[in-house]
């Protein structure tokens, strides 16, 4: 059985929103620069950003954090853009 893909929101620190693709709890999208290659990231706790499931753009240093929908590492629910 093939794994399923969803589309998730991406919310952006100014408001802005666009979407990412979602397989389990791995989330891919493009990030807010326009870099030509995807962010590919993973659900952290539910608490929030920790260790190990910040992602950061390594063209423009824009962080990110891959939301749970529930559980620590669950579903995706969203990709939020963090400080």
Do not use: H
């Amino acid at each position: 059985m093939p794994q399923t893909q969803t589309t998730v929101d991406i919310q952006f620190k100014d408001g802005r929103k666009s979407k990412a693709i979602a397989t389990g709890n791995d989330a891919a999208w493009i990030c807010f620069c326009g870099r030509a290659e995807p962010l590919l990231g993973r659900s952290g706790s539910t608490k929030g950003v920790s260790d190990g499931f910040r992602i950061d753009c390594p063209d423009c240093g824009r962080r990110y954090f891959v939301v749970p929908d529930g559980k620590d590492q669950g579903a995706v629910l969203k990709v939020i853009e963090v400080d």
